[in-house]
């Protein structure tokens, strides 16, 4: 089967990679490393599949080590920290309800006793649930998905930031649609728009202590979240709309957070990586 084509499927949400068709590509066999992130420890999270996982893998094949939390997916999770381990790196994993500032705190606190510091947070867990009309959004799905998507990404890196150190670096998951929009997701395209204002806004905030903040906005990328949010027939046609024709691997965008993450980017703060598919946004 075509890594690009998508047969008809749908999962109840929050979507299984395990049970995906195909399976998400999220290590690239050509990538080589080059030790970039050695001794370095990352907290991802909704580590446990998509571009998550991806990055985990890519993150230990350049030497960290990485906690990765999730909220559902003890099998997604496993698997991750199984493609973590084979690089010979060590991976906790932790499952967390983000969406509450408690949660966060109790997974920061857990990172710190079990590596002693943090050098990297990825904000990246998200939900999205598309809707034919803004009448269709009820106040508890536009509250659920700013709590996940937005909310988290605060309540994470106010707990981390106390151990923090110079040299640092946040990287936010934000998406195309908080610059070109969607007709179907006005929440999600919403609550991306607002990480990006956070992005800019941080890194000017956490300059002056040595921290960088980035992020990046992906297109269309095959993941969990694809299959547990659209219908059989949207998922046959994903990522078909943009001027590449199809939609991202994860394993494509793992180099991205990679460089965000070590030295190479150590005059970047503050900026959006735009991978997606060749969509022209003004950025």
Known sequence: MNQFNFPPQHQPPPGREFEMQPRP????????????????????????????????????KEGADVMVVYLLANKDASETKAAVESYGRRCETVRADLRQEPEAYRVVNEAMGLFGHIDVLVNNIAVQVPQNSLTDISAEQLEDTFRTNVFSYFYMTKAALPHLKPGASIINTTSVTAYKGSEALL?????????????????????????????????????????????????????????????????????????????????????VLHLNGGVIVDS
Do not use: H
Not at 210 to 238: C, D, H, M, Q, Y
């Open 25 to 60: 590509i999220y290590d690239d066999p050509e990538y080589r490393a080059g030790g970039k992130l050695t001794g370095k420890t990352a907290i991802i999270t909704g580590g446990d599949s998509g571009i998550g996982r991806a990055v985990a893998v890519a993150f230990a």
């Open 187 to 271: 929440d999600y395209s919403s609550s991306k728009g607002a990480v990006v204002s956070l992005t800019r806004s941080l890194s000017m905030s956490l300059v002056k202590n040595g921290i960088r903040v980035n992020a990046v906005a992906p297109g269309p990328v095959w993941t969990p979240l694809i299959v547990s949010s659209f219908s059989p027939e949207k998922v046959a046609e994903f990522g078909k709309n943009v001027p590449m024709q199809r939609a991202a691997q994860p394993a494509e965008l793992a180099p991205a957070y990679v460089f965000l993450a070590c030295a190479d980017s150590s005059y970047m703060s503050g900026q």
